[in-house]
């Protein structure tokens, strides 16, 4: 059995690599039975993913250690020639779409395959190659920037992950220095940050313009593979958030600078929910692994042999150290069957949430990573958003194993911060839509933009004169935004789907998680809307469904004496 480290690497040649692909190309378009056109495309399909593993191999190793010269380089390398290769798949998906064999293809693999390939055809041409290797670079540079964080605090040097537990410490003092330290470091470099983004929203429009768009939120919406919903249901999805669950939030902050007796909640106090005290795993990041073990022993046959899959292998790099990239993800490598979590453990209760979320992201892809197709790994990033959200309420019932007394704390919080996240999520969805809406903006016109939308989705907000959050920054911690524009209302649709589950889950879990299990087996043969109907899920964007979710959560949390917790 190989582990992760012995996944082997060896840089592509793409001279070499574009030769063979229009080799195999070449066969798939003389392909004289539909037997043939099969085979032709599973030895494209074999081609795709040695280089999808590759690239992700070296992704992975790059931002476990940005100090790493080797695959620093071998990540330059591959911003390189990324928009080449994506060349070459929109070459695969021009003639399978005019294929002959269309109808059969069809039948086998489903309308999806044929939908994602001509969104991907829309979104490229050979012609803005150049334009596309200068937006990898910049989206490279914010990560690498955010990764070199070092911060000194109270006689230490931390990274920004390592901050975190002392922005949730029970001294307010110590909660403002930490929060302090760290938007210390962006207002240090947020002129820089300012800069990559503006050279980001530029290109961005440049690719669009050259591909014939008027703006970038098309081309945007075609990139995510936004196949059945449009720019003006996801509006109206956060007219909803903005009317139903606002207030709410806001209710639900009053109560909480009540509950750890503060006359007005700074933006500082908002991590620190309880006087005693957050839920903290009560261990290590290795008692939080062999807890985890049982736990996903325990929830079922499927989760048993996921699990074990993955610490057999090696498969996640969790906990934060000097060098590392911000931020968690799961990644999945081709060749390997191997999903990838990456991580940044630092002893608050987000160590399990990650433990239970990327789990979550691995788990649909290990279920699915049998079913042939390279695009169906993974479904659409907001479906896919489901699984790992999902996944946090499945594992409820586990979560004695981590934070022992303090468990009620924990799903109080855990539940609370999911609708507190709401209006956060779709004011950065809101604040994309503006800024490539006006892509000549200044930087500062941006960030004016920013603390207006905080006024009305976070109307509680108070940054308590810090001059850097209040001169509208506090975006430019969103890595999403700078690494894939309009990636983020994604986490609020599945947040309503993930809540459906867990009010399932507490009416009859076998069922909930059956369908859960069907969801993510399914991968990505369907579009968004077709997944969540195939879970028995109601659609985010239906009349009625926020109300009736977000109507249940409260009653469950009024239900609670958090004061007494």
């Not at 294929?99 to 390939?117: H, N, T």
């Not at 002893?347 to 649909?364: I, K, M, N, P, R």
């Not at 022992?404 to 507190?420: C, F, M, N, R, V």
Request: glycine residues 4%; aromatic residues 14%.
């Amino acid at each position: 059995m190989q582990t992760f480290e012995n996944y082997t690497y060896e840089r592509p040649n793409l001279e070499k690599e574009k030769s063979a692909f229009a080799e195999l190309l070449n066969t798939f378009k003389k392909a004289s039975t539909i037997e043939e056109a099969n085979d032709a495309i599973n030895e494209i399909n074999k081609f795709r993913n040695r280089l999808s593993t590759l690239s992700n191999l070296v992704y992975i190793r790059a931002s476990i250690d940005t100090n790493d010269e080797f695959y620093q380089k071998e990540r330059d390398f591959f911003d390189d020639i990324e928009p080449e290769i994506k060349s070459l798949n929109t070459d695969f998906y021009k003639e399978l779409v005019v294929s002959a064999y269309r109808e059969d293809l069809e039948k086998q693999w489903g309308e999806q395959l044929f939908e994602i390939a001509n969104f991907e055809i829309k979104s490229f041409d050979p012609k803005v190659i150049k334009l596309l290797q200068k937006e990898n670079k910049l989206t490279s540079e914010y990560s690498k920037l955010v990764a070199s964080a070092e911060v000194a605090f109270q006689g230490k040097t931390l990274t920004l992950a390592q901050l975190g537990p002392y922005a949730q410490d029970k001294d307010r003092e110590t909660r403002k220095k930490a929060t302090e330290a760290s938007s210390g470091f962006f207002a240090q470099h947020s002129e820089k940050f300012d800069g990559l983004y503006d050279q980001l929203v530029k290109t961005r429009h440049e690719i669009a313009t050259t591909l014939g768009y008027k703006n970038f939120v098309e081309l945007g919406y075609i990139r995510m593979l936004r196949i059945d919903y449009d720019a003006e249901m996801v509006t109206v999805f956060r007219k909803q958030v903005r009317d139903s669950i606002v207030p709410l939030v806001t209710r639900l902050y009053d109560k909480q600078a009540e509950r750890i007796g503060v006359d007005s909640l700074k933006n500082y106090d908002e991590s620190f929910k309880f006087k005693s005290g957050n839920a903290d795993p009560k261990g290590t990041p290795e008692w939080i692994i062999e807890n985890g073990k049982k736990m996903y022993e325990e929830l079922s046959p499927e989760t048993n042999k996921f699990f074990h899959y993955m610490l057999d292998r090696n498969l996640m790099d969790l906990e934060a150290k000097k060098g590392k990239e911000a931020g968690g993800y799961c990644s999945f490598i081709d060749d390997y069957q191997s999903p990838f979590i990456f991580a940044n453990f630092n002893g608050t209760s987000g160590d399990v949430d990650v433990l239970t979320h990327e789990a979550g992201h691995a788990f649909q892809v290990y279920e699915s990573r049998h079913i042939g197709i390279p695009e169906y790994s993974f479904p659409t990033l907001e479906a896919a958003e489901i699984h790992s959200m999902s996944m946090e309420f499945f594992t409820w019932p586990w979560m004695e194993l981590f934070f022992h007394d303090d468990t009620e704390k924990y799903k109080y919080s855990h539940l609370a911060d999911g609708l507190q996240f709401l209006p956060y999520g779709v004011a950065v969805d809101k604040f994309q839509h503006l800024v490539y809406e006006n892509p000549e903006w200044t930087p500062e016109e941006r960030n004016q933009a920013w603390k207006k939308l905080e006024e009305t989705y976070l109307p509680h907000r108070d940054y308590d004169g810090n001059d850097y959050l209040e001169s509208g920054r506090f975006w430019q911690r969103q890595g999403h935004i700078y690494d894939v524009p309009f990636y983020y209302i994604d986490y609020t649709l599945a947040q309503i789907c993930a809540f459906q589950f867990w009010k399932r889950a507490q009416e009859d879990h076998k069922e909930a998680w059956n369908d859960y299990i069907k969801l993510c087996q399914l991968g990505g043969q369907k579009a968004f809307l077709g997944l969540v109907e195939s879970a028995n899920l109601r659609s985010p964007f239906k009349e009625g469904t926020v109300e009736s979710v977000v109507d249940t959560i409260e009653e469950w949390l009024d239900s609670v004496d958090d004061k007494a917790l």
